[in-house]
Structures are given as C-alpha cells and as structure tokens.
T-cell receptor, first 112, second 112 residues
Framework: SAVISQKPSRDICQRGTSLTIQCQVD?????MFWYRQQPGQSLTLIAT?????????ESGFVIDKFPISRPNLTFSTLTVSNMSPEDSSIYLC?????????FGPGTRLTVT | GIQVEQSPPDLILQEGANSTLRCNFS?????LQWFHQNPWGQLINLFY???GTKQNGRLSATTVATERYSLLYISSSQTTDSGVYFC??????????????FGAGTRLAVHP
C-alpha cells in the first residue's frame, strides 16, 4: 500500500485568493489523481497528473482554475485559483497500487 | 459514461446489527472497489473486487459482474463502522485508465 500525505490539512481562505495543496507519496508512482468532494457529496475526479507531461483534466475542470504540477514521481501540487465560496470542498490526492486506489487524508478548504 | 448507483442512501443501525449495502453499475467493469470514509474524511480502501467474494473480518463483499452489481456486508456492526461507504468502478468506456467513477455513497450511522 502507499502512504500519502497532504499539506495543508485544512485552510480558510478569502475569495479571490489562491491556495496550493501539496501531495507527497512514499513511493514512486506513474500517475497521481486529484479529486474534489463538495460538502455532503461524492468524489469527482479533477485531473490525472503524469510526471513530465501536462495534466489531463476532466470535463468541467480547466487548467487556469486548477493548475497542477508534477515535478517528480513522488510529488504533485494542485492550486485552486481565484477562489469563490463554491470552491469550498475537500481536495484529495490519490494513487494506484497494484489494483487498489489509495487516498491522502484530504485538504479541507473553506472559502469565505 | 458508466453510471454507479448505491442503495440505500442512508442507514441507521443499532450496534450489533447486520447490514447489506448495494452497488449497481451500468456497464462491464474490470475494477470495482469499496471504500469507507470515516467521519474525519479519510478514505480507506476496503475491497478490490471486480468479481467473486472476499472477506475481511466482519466485512465481506460479493460482485456478480454478469448482473452488474456488488454487495457489501457488514456483520455485528460497531460504532466505528459509522461513516460513508462508497462504491467506485473504473470508467473503461471513456478510456480512463484507473479513472474511478464513484457512486453517491451510503451514509451509515451505528448507534450504541
């Protein structure tokens, strides 16, 4: 199994600002995934990040709003840009093991 | 894309009771996973079960791939079983490698 850490664990931000979330994995992985979980909702995939290439975004998510970096095989960042209250969610980083998918503890973001 | 439906949406149990959670999916899958999200938001992988039956302690899961459903059984429930249970399948239709589509979840509350 993979051990995943995220920073920060939670934050309260003003609208119009940006927040960068870090994700660190204890082993090298090809793909890293970023999910969003809005309050009381299920998980939705934002994008898939491969090392050395542009992230692949899902429908409804754009790079200008959620830029992603993947500088090496154990680390990724997700930035939530120009935030509004609708961005208040839990953001989760995820990686795939042999078959199972593992998730970080999440970053709980509140935008006021 | 593939649709994932979970039932029931909410479930309240007395400690010690048994329960069955259901996941229906709309297309063939080769990757089905069950997750438990605890009240603090951490997602734990319970089972990778694209077909067949698996057991882990008081939990067991069965997937009947030909009939496109999976069941999660919780026996002798404990208060620590409270949280949200998600079923997720891999969206092969959209060509998404390891892209998981999550159901809406079953919210379980176990009372002492």
């Amino acid at each position: 199994s993979a051990v995943i850490s995220q920073k920060p664990s939670r934050d309260i931000c003003q609208r119009g600002t940006s927040l960068t979330i870090q994700c660190q994995v204890d082993s090298q992985v090809t793909m890293m995934f970023w999910y969003r979980q809005q309050p009381g909702q299920s998980l939705t995939l934002i994008a898939t990040a491969n090392q050395g290439s542009e992230a692949t975004y899902e429908s409804g998510f754009v790079i200008d709003k959620f830029p992603i970096s993947r500088p090496n095989l154990t680390f990724s960042t997700l930035t939530v840009s120009n935030m509004s209250p609708e961005d208040s969610s839990i953001y989760l980083c995820s990686v795939t093991g042999v078959y199972e998918q593992y998730f970080g503890p999440g970053t709980r973001l509140t935008v006021t | 894309g593939i649709q994932v439906e979970q039932s029931p949406p909410d479930l309240i149990l007395q400690e010690g009771a048994n329960s069955t959670l259901r996941c229906n999916f709309s297309d063939s899958v080769n990757n089905l996973q069950w997750f438990h999200q605890n009240p603090w938001g951490q997602l734990i992988n319970l089972f990778y079960i694209p077909s067949g039956t698996k057991q882990n302690g008081r939990l067991s899961a069965t997937t009947v791939a030909t009939e496109r459903y999976s069941l999660l059984y919780i026996s002798s429930s404990q208060t620590t079983d409270s949280g949200v249970y998600f079923c997720a399948v891999e969206d092969l239709v959209s060509g998404g490698y390891n892209k998981l589509i999550f159901g809406a979840g079953t919210r379980l509350a176990v009372h002492p």
